[in-house]
């Protein structure tokens, strides 16, 4: 009934907003907020491939001192504000868009137990809507009277479904419709609107021409060859849905702003001149709404220069081997001949034996891929085997272009392992399209992840934390998420890739192996379901014992330390924790009630082990697991506490591993304990982080991945209980991981890179 009332909100909102009674506003209390507080407002606006993303800064109430949540709010079918949700932190995507649809939005604080409003509200609201990405066709370019032409399938054409591409955009108020009120608020002023660019603004030296797809354009001498000027005539074709379209120009020279080409048509061709020559150049579209405002996605178009393609086979096999072999990066590409990177493409193994590719031939995601696959080694993965991926069978949409690949399909296993590793994403439907070029947008961010490569490849990275940094899900168990004691022991007997020195455990898919695996570092991972930054202590007598009798389980310090005892170098430390602390009734925030000595325990009994060669190895090499140890008294007053505890964490990383850059990874917002608890424990862990001078990635506030989002719980969540999903949105799947934590992180090693 939500998603009914939804689809025709705002169809029939400019009849209904008149009709807003006080029913739909609870009453405030004057103490918690008055009339002259300020009213909240959305920062950015940005229409995303499957859903709207929301901003906002963090407000501030001195009343209260713990902060405030957020309620985001849409304008339902009978006129009122109905609640979308409540959230901690300062970011919303809302997926439940439909195509087409115009929703109003507005935004307000209320206290962290939700009982009393904190702030007013914009009573007028911003008016949002979506439609999916426009898809690109054709690109033919014309210099001195030469086409070259580049396209996207031409079995895509009538195709609406976007590429994935991540561009800002904001949304406008409607300017004429009368505002949504309450009888106890004032229409406000704020606003996140953004002036589109005049037409002038765009660079002097663009002729547009909009024409029909099938009329022929003719030009003057004068208008192609200006003097001293040499123009390339660029036609752009496109697909998709929208009450009219914008095309930017975009550069691949960061240093060249993009700019505004037609600030709106409603053709779906357009033809423009361009006058910088040896400049590298694509063109972005997006859907507009009746307003004017931006209501898509951006897709962009391949690079081009001088007319011809850049984004070309050759040269993405110069790129590609350049990140791996010094040998090829260290000639530039115009040094190498076609035949010569054919040939090094073949004797480094990025293409197979048999065949060769044709000389300047667009690169399509499917080269990408199985070049990528092939030079890095990766094993075969697929997003398909992560945990309530909605199968073909069961799409609620209509059908689909017979030319999309899903993630699903283990079929093509090239592309699903470079969609596993985050190279290529796809679409909200989970398409993947092999033959579509690859676009401007995707080369930019397949640089990136290439120059990461280059940065840490061979290099060793160790992870510590709890199970948002260990995985919950693995492809060897189909993601059923059991923690049993079946973790083969052929990976015990190598004590360095041991993940855990107590118990028998599965291996896991987290940001670590994601990371180590993709750039081809060695990854060793102690970190452990159920992990803390505090101790979780069982009183024995006059003394405590870590429960379970688990200290490396409970005990993030202690992961430190196991990998220190274990000589583990590192070149980079990712980590995590918190979260378990906040929901351990057992571990005190901050002070610590008498002296704790805790027992600590030695490593594994060789005897533990199934196979009498590895029981064999561990009696040989105490030195490596200490299993003679046995029970110990060890001093933990000062680390059991959960600021204790993270103080301790982050110096003994420091102290052992000085040279390596450490990321603090907080977790996206998830559905587990008591969500201010949560933020306060998440929020010190960042501010003692920043005077640790540890790096960190908030997830929190800045990715799309939400636990409390049911429909991004569904999707990018692996969570079961009894069998069934229980949506809490705790443990990310294959696909939650490569697109709601690998692209934060990689942005962060960019900038230690």
């Known amino acids: 009934m939500k998603q009914f009332k939804r689809m025709i909100a705002l169809v029939v909102s400019a009849i209904l907003i008149v009709s807003i009674t006080a029913a739909s506003v609870p009453t405030v209390s004057a103490a918690i907020y008055n009339s002259s507080s300020p009213i909240p407002s959305f920062s950015s606006i940005e229409v995303i491939d499957g859903g709207v993303h929301f901003k906002w800064k963090p407000y501030q109430n001195a009343n209260c001192p713990d902060g405030v949540f957020y309620r985001v709010y849409y304008l339902n079918a009978n006129g009122d504000w109905a609640r979308l949700t409540t959230t901690a932190t300062t970011q919303y995507v809302d997926a439940d868009v439909h195509i087409g649809t115009s929703f109003r939005y507005t935004i307000r604080c209320v206290t962290p137990d939700g009982r009393e409003f904190a702030s007013g509200f914009n009573s007028k609201g911003w008016i949002v809507t979506y439609y999916d990405t426009p898809t690109v066709t054709s690109v033919i370019s014309k210099t001195n009277d030469t086409a070259v032409t580049g396209s996207a399938d031409p079995t895509e054409a009538a195709d609406t479904d976007a590429f994935s591409a991540t561009q800002e955009q904001t949304a406008t108020e409607e300017p004429t419709e009368e505002a949504a009120k309450a009888p106890t608020e004032a229409p406000a002023t704020e606003s996140v609107d953004e002036a589109a660019p005049d037409e002038e603004e765009a660079a002097a030296e663009n002729t547009v021409i909009e024409e029909d797809e099938n009329t022929e354009i003719a030009h003057s001498e004068d208008e192609l060859a200006p003097t001293g000027s040499t123009v390339n005539t660029d036609t752009i074709t496109w697909s998709g849905q929208g009450a009219m379209f914008r095309v930017y120009r975009k550069y691949l020279d960061p240093s060249i702003e993009t700019e505004v080409v037609s600030q709106s048509t409603d053709k779906k061709t357009l033809t423009v001149n361009n006058t910088k020559q040896d400049t590298v150049y694509a063109y972005q579209i997006c859907a507009l709404d009746k307003y004017g405002a931006v209501a898509s996605e951006r897709v962009s178009t391949p690079y081009y220069i001088n007319g011809e393609l850049y984004c070309t086979r050759n040269r993405w096999i110069y790129e590609l081997l350049s990140a791996k072999h010094s040998e090829v990066a260290d000639a530039d590409f115009s ?36 070049t990528l696959v092939n030079l890095f080694g990766y094993q075969p993965h697929t997003l398909g085997n992560a945990y309530n991926v909605m199968p073909i069978s069961e799409y609620p949409y209509n059908k689909l272009s017979s030319a999309a690949y899903y993630a699903t399909d283990s079929a093509n296993g090239n592309m699903n392992t470079a969609a596993y590793y985050g190279w290529i994403t796809p679409d909200r439907y989970h398409r993947l399209y092999p033959q579509r070029d690859v676009s401007a947008d995707e080369w930019d961010e397949m640089m990136d992840e290439l120059s990461l490569y280059r940065a840490w490849n061979g290099k060793t990275v160790i992870a510590f934390g709890d199970s948002g940094m260990q995985g919950k899900g693995n492809i060897v168990n189909k993601n059923s998420g059991g923690c049993g004691n079946s973790w083969r022991d052929s990976n015990r007997k190598d004590f360095a890739n041991k993940r855990f020195p107590r118990y028998n455990r599965e291996l896991m898919e987290g940001p670590v192996e994601f990371i180590g695996e993709k750039y081809g570092m060695i990854h060793r991972d102690y970190s452990w379901a159920g992990a803390s930054m505090g101790t979780e202590l069982t009183k024995n007598g006059k003394t405590y014992e870590f429960t379970d009798d688990a200290s490396y389980k409970s005990h993030i310090a202690n992961q430190i330390r196991t990998a220190v005892r274990e000589k583990q170098t590192a070149d980079l430390i990712l980590m995590n924790g918190g979260d378990n602390d906040e929901y351990f ?82 977790s996206h917002q998830i559905n587990y304990g008591n969500l201010l608890r949560q933020r306060i424990y998440q929020e010190k862990i960042l501010s003692l982080a920043d005077s640790y001078r540890i790096a960190t990635v908030d997830l929190f506030n800045s990715s799309v991945l939400d636990g409390f989002n049911k429909l991004q719980a569904e999707k990018y969540c692996y969570d079961i209980k009894n069998g069934k999903s229980n949506n809490a949105g705790i443990h990310p799947n294959a696909l939650g991981y490569s697109i709601g934590y690998l692209p934060y992180i990689e942005k962060k090693l960019l900038e230690l890179s």
Not at 347 to 367: H, I, K
């Open 335 to 370: 040094d190498w001949s076609y035949e010569a990177l054919s040939d090094a493409a073949h004797e480094y193994g990025a293409l197979t034996p048999a065949g060769y590719f044709d000389d300047g031939v667009s690169l399509t995601r499917q080269f990408a891929a199985n």
């Open 585 to 666: 009734p057992a571990i005190p925030y901050s002070s610590v009630s008498g002296k704790r000595i805790v027992y600590d325990w030695g490593y594994s009994e060789p005897d533990w082990f199934s196979v009498a060669a590895h029981r064999e190895y561990h009696k040989q090499h105490p030195e490596y697991f200490h299993y003679k140890d046995g029970k110990v008294s060890v001093e933990y007053t000062n680390e059991t506490s959960f600021v204790g505890g993270v103080k301790t964490t982050f110096e003994l990383v420091k102290e052992y591993y000085p040279d390596a850059p450490v990321i603090y990874v907080r």
